[in-house]
């Protein structure tokens, strides 16, 4: 199977309603798509309003054969739904996606909280036996694949994989930026998965398009080493040269994109040593422009506030602020199972105060608190 996968999630509209698809236009990319020789399709129970996996069974499955496409959408445990509710909210799956089973089914965004629970004794997933769930209904047939999406720790993953080897894939957000981000942990976690010897479905490829444009200088040495790749094609390649993966996925708004992804998916070949060289070059251009540059961010290594590294709060922070949409950033989220993590407690009822001062005395308190209070305020 070709590994690059339809995100389900930036489908084209009419007008502002994101339930209002413009399925003439979704119909040519999904058989621009398939024409291309790729078969995966994700979508969720929670994108566009509800309206994904109804949109997919319109566009995908009532209009090509149940054995030309492969399908994948999520259990929404972040809806915190009862367990006497579990095997409704399943079963309206399958019908909303109009099959008997479902390709890849994933334990949507399992993380710190969701998992452990602020007190550690075991959150949404243990206490509802999510996992048990699943296991059942792959033993029905109904679903063929169990796997989890993934926004916390490498600690943590490395103990869930531990814990439950009925997981066969994990899915993360990945990307240039994301590899060596410090709560983000795109490579760490990437090692945990491959380390199981458990499969990859990667998100957030081209970092929800934040990843497409950058800064002059760092697209101008893109440019200058592949005059003929496209700026987000580069992020796109870096995660298609990774073993393991089953596939990376580009949540695809326009028929051009769809031309755009396949075009970049059939022609990349393993990155060389140069052109690693040079990406991480462009990133490193990229993490300077940012509000707090990271060779300003490097010097606070070794702080902490809440058991979490102050370096790594304010590369989350000021990485969001170059984002196209920065409220709704990945990184937003990934402080609060930090925190969890480390404290036990849920930042959003407030933090008690700690001072954050380097060796040389320079008081950063405030730096800090300003990160962490946007964070708080644009996570959910």
């Not at 059942?136 to 989890?148: A, N, T, V, Y």
């Not at 073993?243 to 990155?271: C, F, H, P, R, Y």
């Not at 790594?312 to 990485?319: D, H, M, N, P, V």
Request: hydrophobic content about 35%; charged content about 25%; some cysteine.
């Amino acid at each position: 199977m070709k590994n690059l996968g339809f995100g389900m999630m930036r489908l084209p509209v009419i007008g502002c309603d994101p339930t209002n698809f413009d399925y003439e236009h979704l119909n040519a990319m999904v058989d621009e798509f398939l024409a291309a020789g790729y078969t995966y399709f994700d979508t969720s129970f929670v994108y566009h309003n509800g309206k994904s996996e109804e949109a997919t069974r319109k566009a995908v499955v009532e209009r090509h054969p149940r054995d030309s496409f492969t399908v994948a959408t999520k259990f929404p445990t972040f809806l915190m739904i009862p367990e006497e509710k579990i095997e409704e909210t399943f079963q309206t799956q399958l019908n909303n996606l109009g099959v008997e089973y479902i390709d890849y089914y994933l334990l949507h965004n399992i993380q710190n909280v969701y998992y452990d629970g602020y007190d550690g004794n075991g959150g949404i997933v243990k206490t509802t036996h999510l996992f048990e769930h699943a296991k059942k209904w792959k033993e029905d047939g109904k679903i063929r694949h169990l796997g989890i999406s993934f926004h916390s720790s490498a600690n943590l993953l490395d103990r869930i994989l531990t814990e439950h080897p009925e997981i066969e894939f994990v899915q993360i957000a990945l990307n240039p930026i994301d590899w060596d981000s410090e709560l983000v942990q795109a490579g760490p976690c990437y090692d945990v998965i491959r380390k199981h010897d458990r499969k990859v479905i990667i998100m957030e490829a081209v970092k929800g398009g934040g990843l497409a444009k950058l800064p002059d200088a760092a697209e101008s040495l893109l440019k200058t080493a592949h005059p003929d790749w496209s700026i987000a094609s580069w992020s796109m390649r870096f995660s298609l040269s990774l073993d393991g993966v089953i596939a990376v996925l580009s949540g695809m708004s326009t028929l051009d994109q769809v031309k755009d992804n396949t075009k970049t998916s059939n022609e990349a070949g393993l990155l060389t040593d140069e052109d690693r060289k040079v990406l991480a070059e462009a990133m490193r251009i990229y993490r300077e422009s940012s509000p707090i540059p990271q060779s300003e961010i490097d010097q606070y290594k070794g702080l902490m506030y809440h058991g979490v590294p102050v370096s790594a709060i304010l590369q989350a922070y000021s990485i969001c602020q170059i984002q196209p949409d920065p409220g709704f950033s990945d990184d937003n989220n990934y402080l609060k199972n930090a925190i969890a993590e480390a404290e036990h407690v849920d930042f959003h009822n407030g933090l008690s105060k700690q001072k954050v001062v380097t060796e040389n005395g320079k008081d950063i308190t405030e730096t800090v608190e300003k990160a962490v209070d946007w964070l708080t305020k644009h996570s959910f």
